[in-house]
């Protein structure tokens, strides 16, 4: 069964930039028609889909985001990564790594606070 691990820093100063880690297991990241997504939820509201990276590195984001975001992986480590640049207290969410198809595994979650 395959696992996900967020890790990263809680706490990122405005204008900073949030940098956060899944680590995964129980199956590769590159196996093929695999994707692996960044989910987030803000305080008392809905989850919002951030984007995604597919098993060729190929990525999606979503629009709401403006070019903030960024994600990539490191293959030799099983690990996809998101920068989120530019924040501001209304990024701070939950953040959820999940898999692809169906984002049928998940992360525990992260909570990341955008505080000074």
């Known amino acids: 069964q395959v696992q996900l691990q967020e890790s990263g820093p809680g706490l990122v100063k405005p204008s900073q930039t949030l940098s956060l880690t899944c680590t995964v297991s129980?199956?590769?990241?590159?196996?093929?028609?695999?994707?692996w997504s960044w989910i987030r939820q803000p305080p008392g509201k809905g989850l919002e889909w951030m984007g995604v990276?597919?098993?060729?590195?190929?990525?999606y984001y979503s629009p709401s985001l403006k070019s903030r975001a960024s994600i990539s992986r490191d293959t030799s480590k099983n690990q996809f990564s998101l920068q989120l640049s530019s924040v501001t207290p209304e990024d701070t969410a939950v953040y959820y790594c999940?898999?692809?198809?169906?984002?049928?595994?998940w992360g525990q979650g992260t909570q990341v606070t955008v505080s000074s």
């Open positions: 990276i597919a098993y060729d590195g190929s990525t």
């Open positions: 999940a898999s692809d198809p169906g984002l049928a595994y």
């Open positions: 129980g199956g590769s990241i590159t196996t093929s028609y695999y994707a």
